[in-house]
T-cell receptor
Framework: AQSVTQLDSQVPVFEEAPVELRCNYS??????LFWYVQYPNQGLQLLLK??????LVESINGFEAEFNKSQTSFHLRKPSVHISDTAEYFC???????????FGQGTRLTINP | KAGVTQTPRYLIKTRGQQVTLSCSPI?????VSWYQQTPGQGLQFLFE???????NKGNFPGRFSGRQFSNSRSEMNVSTLELGDSALYLC????????????FGPGTRLTVT
């Protein structure tokens, strides 16, 4: 069975500090990996994805994630966060051949001024 | 392009009633998936439709059903509502070729009293 684990349910950081949100996946088959962000009272927005190729992927708003096959991880990082990054972040795996996303439990990122 | 739309946005129902939620995918997207989001269980996959056929199904009771129309619009139905069905129901649409990104609507917040 496939599963996604987000190791931290909440991460508080100060504005302009770096942050890392951790994600590990378990799968016996190849997967595509995604990070989604959810702002209050909204749906999920795709932040970035890993399908193949370069293991480091970047988003337009400064986030990046690195796929590590040996550690089965896909951690999300940002070198300097802003108040506007306050949201819940979900790591997800899409099983190849099945249009089904398996989500982690989410990490609530809180930015303190 | 218009995004994924879901109607209604909010719904209050009584135990034992049934409810129908609607989802209009992004133009050109033929795959529609449904997810349930609750504080306790997180995001869970309900089912996925493509070409009016259910291709994948999550681990939910038969009270949860869905369908897809020829224009790719989808509906999900929950019969004999229970208190535990209170949740945010999210619809996502995608292409059926790479990169398989799923785009989410804003969700329907269902409250069962």
């Amino acid at each position: 069975a496939q599963s996604v684990t987000q190791l931290d349910s909440q991460v508080p950081v100060f504005e302009e500090a770096p942050v890392e949100l951790r994600c590990n996946y378990s799968s016996s088959v190849s997967v595509y990996l995604f990070w989604y962000v959810q702002y209050p009272n909204q749906g999920l927005q795709l932040l970035l994805k890993y399908l193949s190729g370069s293991t480091l992927v970047e988003s337009i708003n400064g986030f990046e994630a690195e796929f590590n096959k040996s550690q089965t991880s896909f951690h999300l990082r940002k070198p300097s966060v802003h108040i506007s990054d306050t949201a819940e972040y979900f790591c997800a795996a899409l099983i190849q051949g099945a249009q089904k996303l398996v989500f982690g439990q989410g990490t609530r990122l809180t930015i303190n001024p | 392009k218009a995004g994924v739309t879901q109607t209604p946005r909010y719904l209050i129902k009584t135990r034992g009633q049934q409810v129908t939620l609607s989802c209009s995918p992004i133009s050109g997207h033929r795959s529609v998936s449904w997810y349930q989001q609750t504080p306790g269980q997180g995001l869970q996959f309900l089912f996925e439709y493509f070409s009016e056929t259910q291709r994948n199904k999550g681990n939910f009771p038969g009270r949860f059903s869905g369908r897809q129309f020829s224009n790719s619009r989808s509906e999900m139905n929950v019969s004999t509502l229970e208190l535990g069905d209170s949740a945010l129901y999210l619809c996502a649409s995608s292409l059926v070729t790479l990169p398989y990104e799923q785009y989410f609507g804003p969700g329907t917040r269902l409250t069962v009293t």
